[in-house]
Nanobody, 126 residues
Framework: QVQLVESGGGSVQAGGSLRLSCAASGGTSRYYYMAWFRQAPGKEREGVGCLNIGTGFTYVADSVKGRFTISRDSAKNILYLQMNSLKAEDTAMYYC???????????????????WGQGTQVTVSS
């Protein structure tokens, strides 16, 4: 029933910007956290940022702090990742995730999430 659909990925030059979107549907009133992860070839999935639906708390990883911001349009049920000052190291597949029904855990741990989007590729050239 829960579905996450991502968009906004593409190719960009170093120093440029992209905004990723994740449209959520199916029982959105039960969502607890939403998050962005990324995974480059040969590397583990890495937490980029997360947002608590109830409180509005946001967290971003140190590797992207000051460059990326996470936000949500509650009326449209869309999660955003604004990416500025992009670097070649940011090249990865970016995934949207949602935790439905709250339990103790870390919002940056992939195994904690119930649902995932299909991923959208971000490629940064230098």
């Amino acid at each position: 029933q829960v579905q996450l659909v991502e968009s906004g990925g593409g190719s960009v030059q170093a120093g440029g910007s992209l905004r990723l979107s994740c449209a959520a549907s199916g029982g959105t009133s039960r969502y607890y956290y939403m998050a962005w992860f990324r995974q480059a070839p040969g590397k583990e999935r890495e937490g980029v940022g997360c947002l608590n639906i109830g409180t509005g708390f946001t967290y971003v990883a140190d590797s992207v702090k000051g460059r990326f911001t996470i936000s949500r349009d509650s009326a449209k049920n869309i999660l955003y990742l604004q990416m500025n000052s992009l670097k070649a190291e940011d090249t990865a597949m970016y995934y949207c995730a949602a935790r439905v029904e709250g339990l103790p855990g870390s919002c940056t741990v992939p195994s904690w999430y119930n649902y995932w989007g299909q991923g959208t590729q971000v490629t940064v050239s230098s």
